[in-house]
């Protein structure tokens, strides 16, 4: 009895045509696009956050360890401020965009209307759960579309939250959240769908991107890469080094999307740097940072394992300065920094996702900008520096999916800036009104009336018909001018 109740409950792709059909209905017949409805749903998410911080906090320290400071800040707060901003603006991205017109078409005015794409589907990733997957919900319903989400299995604790949450709070006629793993997620890629989202990495990102192909569905990846830092010298030292460790430790202990991965500094200043780390780590986390509450663990054993195989490599296990402890049983590591490691070592060459930061030296800043470009383009790159020609010169000749100098990871806070990548770390991008349009189709409407009908177009067709047809698309006035007088254009 209790396998066939299993089988019975079990999410396959008969379960999800039949979720993509409900959405399609609520969405064809209209309920979605409806400003009111969206206001509301957008709305009920700020009540949501509201009315359930403490059951959100207590999810991700289950899920991560994640200090209450992270998860209400990083998640929660972030989470409502864009929210907010929406409703804020909503109304305003929703108007008709007027476009000017040319001789061409004349006489006649031109729109650009926004309109949604329809059912979409948004899979989210587990390093910040709840702000990974609602925060493209927004963007989505904020664009008038029904909403599958599919949160991450690996922080099953906020992916449970976030189904019971949804489910009390949002119209579950137009948006739903689908738990599970390789199985649900594979029989939801079955079904066609008006966009996907996804967040994670490049080899699922492949997947996805191969299934939405059979569709012609069109994909945002959000993924991720080796995001570098350089350090110049010539700095506050102290501050940089403490924005250095809030973008990395203060940031889940490393796994972000966004995270520095690893840091670039001159030979001569890079004893200083590390000593200057030294202090501000111990500072922060005290002598013992595995007994630290302001630390998230690493999310599962094989993170864990994939983490000590990047530290442990003969070539790597030697040139750790600081740090470098680990404490299986609660699945931490300590803040570790390691100078001068190999660039064939596997850590120089794989995302790190965790809380292992290595340094690579070189003989002058400016080496670095060829070093970061050998590469595949990052999600993110920073740079510490007070040298304008040197700001200049990163911001021209670095490629990412967005830069920030003097400071780590704070671009994602900033609504009015794309938050997406480039190349290997990903395509599209949200947040703000660029989530509005990630969700939208961009309707070309050119209205005309009966009058000012030439027959310029219509056969048949003459040499002066040519000439002042040319003109016209050609936009010159004196050609135009040149066409009706008989002359040759």
């Keep these: 009895m209790a396998s066939e109740v299993e089988k019975k409950a079990a999410f396959d792709i008969d379960s999800a045509k039949e979720v993509v059909r409900e959405l399609r209905a609520s969405f064809v017949a209209g309920k979605t696009k409806d400003y009111e409805w969206r206001r509301t749903q957008l709305k009920a ?13 207590a999810a991700l320290r289950d899920d991560l360890s994640k200090p209450e400071l992270e998860s209400s800040i990083y998640e929660i707060a972030m989470l409502k401020n864009s929210c907010k901003f929406a409703l804020k603006k909503m109304k305003h991205w929703m108007m008709p965009e007027k476009a000017k017109t040319s001789l061409a078409t004349f006489p006649s005015s031109a729109e650009i209307v926004s309109e949604p794409l329809g059912v979409v589907l948004v899979i989210s990733a587990w390093n910040y759960p709840l702000l990974l997957s609602l925060d493209p919900v927004i963007g989505a319903i904020a664009a008038g579309n029904a909403i599958v989400l599919k949160p991450s299995e690996i922080s099953p604790a906020t992916a449970s939250l976030l189904a019971k949450l949804v489910a009390n709070y949002m119209d579950s006629s137009c948006i739903k959240v689908v738990e599970g793993a390789v199985p649900e997620t594979t029989a939801l890629l079955e079904q066609k769908w008006d966009k996907i989202m996804y967040t994670g990495n490049g ?11 059979r569709h012609l569905t069109p994909v945002v990846l959000e993924l991720g890469g080796k995001c570098p830092v350089i350090v110049d010298s010539g700095i506050n030292l102290q501050v940089a080094t403490r924005r250095i460790i809030a973008g990395k430790w203060g940031c889940n202990n490393g796994q972000a999307c966004i995270s520095p ?14 000593d200057s780390f030294k202090c501000e780590l ?18 599962n054993s094989n993170h864990f394992a994939r983490l000590l195989k990047l530290l442990d490599e003969d070539k790597v296990s030697s040139k750790i300065v600081y740090g470098g402890e680990r404490d299986k049983s609660n699945l931490k590591i300590a803040p570790t920094i390691l100078l001068d490691v190999p660039q064939d070592s596997l850590i120089m060459n794989e995302e790190i996702f965790g809380p292992l930061l290595p340094i690579i030296t070189i003989d002058k800043v400016e080496d670095s900008f060829d070093l970061i470009n050998s590469g595949t383009k990052p999600l993110a790159a920073y740079m510490f520096t007070n040298n304008k020609k040197l700001k200049k010169k990163f911001v021209e000749e670095v490629s990412a999916g967005g830069l920030v100098i003097n400071d780590t990871t704070l671009h994602l806070a900033e609504p009015t800036l794309p938050f997406g990548g480039v190349g290997d770390s990903g395509m599209g991008a949200y947040h703000g ?52 007088m008989g002359w040759e254009v």
């Design 45 to 57: 998410v700020l009540k949501m956050m509201d009315e359930n911080e403490p059951q959100i906090v």
């Design 433 to 484: 009104k660029f989530s509005f349009d990630t969700f939208s189709h961009k309707k070309a409407v050119l209205y005309r009336s009966f009058a000012g009908d030439a027959p310029l177009r219509y056969p048949p067709y003459t040499n002066g018909k040519l000439s002042l047809l040319k003109a016209l698309l050609g936009g010159s006035i004196l050609g135009i001018i040149r066409a009706l």
């Design 282 to 299: 111990e500072r922060f986390y005290g002598k013992n940072p595995l007994e630290s509450n302001d630390l998230s663990r690493v999310v």
């Design 203 to 213: 080899r699922i990102a492949r997947i996805v991107m191969a299934a939405a192909a």
């Design 261 to 274: 991965d690893y840091i670039i500094t001159t030979k001569d200043y890079a004893v200083e740097l590390v």
